[in-house]
């Protein structure tokens, strides 16, 4: 009965529909941030890329998260923008699939690089002596690799599901932009393995994500909670003490004396 019944293959982007004639408006404050986030990321790569000096492996990952940040908005905020003014909402499901594609592939890597400088991080002080051995590209590599792979295909499951559903009913898609969810929302029929898939991958990509990077940076405090005593014993143990605060202030004073006066 389902394959009588046409799918929608044209859709409508429905995003803040509720404001009315007031939609308009949006588009100066959008615009403002779209020019702000492209500017911002823009300089910050150039000046990485530009200058030898910022060529350390932290840097090349910022610079790496940069390009992520700046690429993004592309992808959905010049055809947001236009809708604004001219009410342009429609868009192929071709063009949907394409644009969720890029949108979501392209933002898994906001918290697989956050995973990338945790581990420099990590190395960093953990294991100091081993740390350019460890961050050189051969060795990063094995860390690198897996997370694209997976990224890519939990990104090319989760639209290619998307793209074999039927959409028989409404076309409007409520969202600015090619969302999977709000698409698949849309569909007539079982939708119970498209979920299950978006789940999977918020999980494995984003949550796995910032567990990794919390657990990494746990580890680097359970290595600097010795430096600590070292830290604040001075302060707690000294400054607060009355006879030894005035006595510090003393060499300070006797210190900062001796500087400012004039040699022969």
Request: proline letters at 5%.
């Amino acid at each position: 009965m389902m394959d009588n019944v046409s799918s929608h293959k044209h859709f409508i982007l429905n995003g803040f529909n509720e404001l009315g004639a007031l939609r308009p408006v949006l588009f100066v404050p959008f615009s403002i941030m779209f020019v702000v986030s492209l500017s911002a990321n823009s300089l910050l790569l150039y000046v990485i890329i530009s200058e030898r000096s910022l060529h350390s492996p932290m840097c090349i990952l910022i610079a790496g998260k940069a390009f992520v940040a700046l690429s993004i908005p592309l992808f959905f905020v010049p055809n947001m923008l236009l809708s604004f003014l001219f009410d342009w909402r429609g868009i192929s499901l071709i063009g949907c699939l394409l644009q969720m594609h890029f949108i979501h592939f392209v933002g898994t890597f906001q918290t697989t690089f956050l995973v990338w400088m945790a581990l420099d991080r990590y190395f960093a002080i953990c294991t100091p002596l081993y740390y350019h051995e460890r961050m050189a590209l051969p060795r990063f590599l094995k860390f690198v690799i897996p997370l694209v792979i997976r990224n890519i295909l939990m990104i090319i499951v989760l639209v290619s599901l998307a793209g074999t559903l039927s959409f028989c009913a409404s076309n409007v898609i409520n969202h600015c932009f090619c969302e999977h969810m709000a698409l698949v929302e849309l569909a007539c029929g079982n939708t119970a393995i498209n979920s299950l898939v978006g789940l999977l991958t918020v999980f494995l990509i984003p949550v796995a994500d910032v567990i990794f990077s919390a657990v990494s940076y746990v580890v680097i405090f359970s290595t600097m909670y010795i430096l600590f005593p070292s830290c604040f014993n001075p302060i707690i143990y000294g400054i607060r003490t009355t006879e030894i605060r005035k006595h510090i202030l003393r060499k300070l004073m006797f210190c900062h004396f001796v500087q400012t006066v004039p040699h022969a």
